[in-house]
């Protein structure tokens, strides 16, 4: 017991301190919180930096093999130039060689033609450099003739096709009753 005229006792502890213990748990919860959104945060950047470098080696990766094209077109124009060789003849297996190389690549690439003859024209795909008539086998509205082939590899259009279409003629608008009448007027007085 205390000392009679002596002061009573007195708390060491500051007048926060029988709180503190209640704000410690909100205090963990706060930054076991924070943490979780900076972790999702984290992972949310580090997939899109991903995502974006994927796009970006897909989209240098169907560059080069656009710039390969005019490569692929040359050896197999080749190919049909020395098509009249003997087929014993070196040049004509080299250039075929080259040619059926140069195939391969571009299959095992995933690369393929856009356009054929007979199918409906895509304008996506497709560019029309000119028209022609329907036919039985060519109805309007579908490639006639191939100029320049086009590629796409996966859902990426390298190169559209150049393609003549098939397109019916309108027919000729009906002479109107005014522009019947109208050179009878001029011929009139004069």
């Known amino acids: 017991m205390a000392a009679e005229g002596a002061p009573p006792p007195t708390e060491t502890a ?18 076991e919180t924070r943490f979780k959104y900076l972790l999702a945060d ?9 995502r974006d470098w994927e796009g970006q080696r897909q989209q240098a990766h ?3 093999l656009g710039r390969l094209l005019p490569l692929f077109e040359a ?8 098509g009249r060789l003997p087929a014993s ?13 140069w195939e391969k690549l571009l299959t095992a ?7 054929r003859v007979g199918s409906p024209f895509e304008a996506d795909r497709h560019e029309a450099v000119a ?12 490639v006639v003739e191939i100029v320049q082939q086009g590629y796409r590899i996966g859902a990426t259009l390298l190169r559209p096709a150049k393609v003549v279409v098939a397109r ?8 109107r009753a005014e522009d019947a009448a109208a050179p009878d007027a001029e011929d009139g007085p004069g």
Do not use: H
């Not at 007048?15 to 503190?20: L, R, S």
């Not at 690439?109 to 356009?115: I, L």
């Not at 028209?131 to 579908?142: I, K, Q, V």
């Open 14 to 31: 500051s007048p926060a301190t029988p709180a503190a213990p209640a704000q410690e748990p909100e205090r963990a919860e706060d930054w």
């Open 42 to 50: 984290f992972e949310n950047f580090r997939k899109r930096v991903a």
């Open 62 to 64: 169907a560059g080069l």
């Open 75 to 82: 050896a197999r124009a080749a190919r049909d130039a020395v």
């Open 89 to 101: 003849d070196p040049v004509r297996r080299g250039v075929d060689l080259l040619a059926l190389e």
């Open 109 to 115: 690439e995933g690369v393929e033609p856009v356009a």
């Open 131 to 142: 028209e022609a008539p329907p036919s039985r086998t060519s109805p309007a509205g579908t």
């Open 168 to 175: 019916a003629t309108p027919p000729a608008p009906a002479p």
